[in-house]
Nanobody
C-alpha cells in the first residue's frame, strides 16, 4: 500500500492543524493505521492508532485529549486532528499501515510508511 501524507505547516502554540494520509494500491480497510512523529535528533515515536474498521482508537499520553485520529474507508484516508498544539509537538509526522485489525505502538510493526509532513509549532 502506498501512503501520501499532507496537511502539515507552521502554526502558533494553541492553534490546530489537520493531517491527512491517503492510501492507494491495496484494500485500505484491511489495514490498521497509525501516526508517528519524529523530532530532530529524536527517535520516531508513536502518536495514535486506529483499528481497521475505525471503531477503536488509541493515543500516546502526550497527545491524549488534544489529538484525534479517524479514518474514512470509503475515501482511503486516515486523519489526525491536532488541537491545542504545543512547541513540543514540532516534528515530522508520518502515517503508517499494518495489515490486520490491530495497530502497534512500535514502529517495527509497520511495513508501510508515508513520506512525512512537517509540523512546526512556534511559541
Amino acid at each position: 500500500v502506498q501512503l501520501q501524507a499532507s496537511g502539515g505547516g507552521p502554526v502558533q502554540a494553541g492553534g490546530f492543524l489537520s493531517l491527512s494520509c491517503v492510501a492507494s494500491g491495496r484494500t485500505f480497510s484491511n489495514y490498521a493505521m497509525a501516526w508517528f512523529r519524529q523530532a530532530p535528533g529524536k527517535e520516531r515515536e508513536y502518536v495514535a492508532g486506529i483499528h481497521r474498521n475505525g471503531g477503536t482508537t488509541d493515543y500516546a499520553d502526550s497527545v491524549k485529549g488534544r489529538f484525534t485520529i479517524s479514518r474514512d474507508n470509503d475515501k482511503n484516508t486516515v486523519y489526525l486532528q491536532m488541537n491545542s498544539l504545543e512547541p513540543e509537538d514540532t516534528a515530522v509526522y508520518f502515517c503508517a499501515a499494518t495489515y490486520g485489525n490491530i495497530w502497534s505502538t512500535s514502529k517495527a510493526g509497520y511495513g508501510y510508511w508515508g513520506q512525512g509532513t512537517q509540523v512546526t509549532v512556534s511559541s
